[in-house]
């Protein structure tokens, strides 16, 4: 899913190739993609488009006349831009819009087509997408630590709320605490100031380098490679690798269709969490330490 980083680079792509042209027409493939029924869509046909930003992880498209779009891109969703006229691809494309010098293409992989797309007639209508978290990025020391403690969470579970924290995933949830050395299933009102601390430098570190790098890769272009997998991460991804830091193999807690990534010796004391499936399976043979994974 783009996150924050990736939401931001396409907010400011966009802005930068495509703003101040008119879209000249709007080619919908699915219906189920547009959220609301007044404004249509297609209002947005002849309007200038002024700008893009980002409501937590949602893409805010700015046009005159005050409309506004709001994507949320989901798990699969992407955005390609291609030269004017460029055809909806067959099994993916959601949505074709054509400006008067290239045209932007909604794709979503998979069956389940989560995408959704809003349009409104002023921001702040807009607003109400927002789920009321603060910034993780913006907020102050302050405000992200009475966001954090208001309810008693996990850390995982609270990064990836956007109704306590705006911004933030599944992918740089797990380099945020990896980088704050915190287990994932830390109870935010057990958190000693220290760790709070810990956790508010290692948001803003890893937010703020993955966006600039991020930045630096596409350059002038276009974010076309938008991934939650990358091989500079840390431990995302990374179940069964070496730590880059202790030399412990990543391990993993499955849930649903998502997994969370972590270190046992740099984020939970050597403890190993226990994952729903594989502890089911195993039951009294799941390793409770690190030194029974390894056998040693």
Do not use: I
């Given at each position: 899913m783009p996150e924050l980083p990736d939401v931001t680079i396409y907010a400011e792509r966009l802005t930068d190739l495509l703003g101040g042209q008119a879209v000249e027409k709007v080619r919908l493939r699915s219906a189920f993609l547009v959220r609301t029924a007044e404004p249509p869509l297609e209002a947005i046909e002849g309007r200038r488009f002024l700008g893009a930003g980002r409501m937590q992880k949602r893409l805010v498209l700015g046009f005159e006349g005050n409309l506004w779009l709001v994507l949320h891109l989901m798990i699969a969703g992407r955005l390609r831009l291609h030269e004017k006229g460029a055809p909806l691809p067959n099994k993916t494309g959601l949505l074709a819009l054509d400006f008067a010098e290239a045209t932007l293409i909604l794709t979503e992989q998979g069956t389940q087509k989560r995408a959704s797309l809003h349009v409104f007639r002023s921001k702040e209508e807009a607003k109400r997408l927002d789920r009321g978290g603060?910034?993780?990025?913006a907020a102050?020391?302050?405000?992200f630590r009475a966001a954090l403690v208001r309810e008693n969470r996990t850390l995982k579970r609270a990064l990836t709320d956007q109704a306590i924290l705006g911004g933030i995933g599944n992918a740089y949830s797990d380099e945020i605490l990896f980088g704050a050395r915190l287990s994932p299933v830390k109870l935010t009102q057990s958190l000693t100031d220290a760790e709070l601390g810990r956790l508010y430098v290692s948001t803003r570190q890893t937010l703020i380098e993955w966006t600039e790098r991020t930045r630096r890769e596409v350059g002038q272009?276009?974010?076309?490679?938008?991934t939650a997998f990358r091989p500079e991460m840390a431990v995302h991804g990374k179940f069964g690798q070496a730590c880059r830091v202790c030399g412990t193999h990543v391990q993993r807690i499955r849930y649903a269709n998502n997994e969370t990534n972590y270190c046992p010796r740099c984020q939970t004391g050597g403890k190993l969490l226990a994952d729903r499936s594989l502890s089911r399976l195993l039951k009294g043979d799941f390793p409770k330490t690190i030194e029974e994974l390894e056998g040693t």
């Open positions: 603060v910034d993780a990025l102050s020391e302050e405000a272009g276009f974010p076309d490679k938008v």
